[in-house]
C-alpha cells in the first residue's frame, strides 16, 4: 500500500499533494505498469507547459478516479498512471538562495 492507494485512509491527501506538485513543476514519476515493468516518466500539470486536458482531442477521455492523466515532457503527449502503481516520487525542493536539493 503506497500513500495514493485507496486502500490508505488519507489517500486523498496524498493525491491532493501530488497533483498539487504536478501543477507547481516537473517531476519524475516511476510506476509500474500493468505487465510488471516499470516505467519512468518526466511529466507535469504545470499552466504552459502541459496543453490543457480539456483541448485533448486525439481520443476520448475518461474519467477513472484511480488513473491520472499527466503531460509527459520527453514523449510531448498525455499519458497516465494509476495512483496505486507508483513507486517514487522525484522533484526538487527550491529555496530562497535559489539553491535546490533533490527530494527522492
Wanted: proline share 4%.
Amino acid at each position: 500500500m503506497n500513500a495514493f492507494s485507496k486502500d490508505n485512509p488519507d489517500h486523498q491527501v496524498g493525491r491532493k499533494w501530488l497533483v498539487n506538485l504536478l501543477k507547481s513543476q516537473p517531476i519524475t514519476v516511476v510506476f509500474e505498469k500493468t505487465n510488471g515493468e516499470h516505467r519512468e516518466m518526466n511529466c507535469t500539470l504545470k499552466d504552459g507547459v502541459a496543453i490543457p486536458y480539456e483541448k485533448k482531442t486525439d481520443k476520448e477521455k475518461k474519467h477513472d478516479s484511480e488513473v491520472l492523466p499527466v503531460w509527459d515532457i520527453d514523449k510531448n503527449a498525455w499519458r497516465s498512471f494509476r495512483y496505486d502503481s507508483i513507486i517514487t516520487i522525484n522533484f526538487d525542493l527550491k529555496d530562497d538562495n535559489n539553491g535546490s536539493a533533490k527530494c527522492v
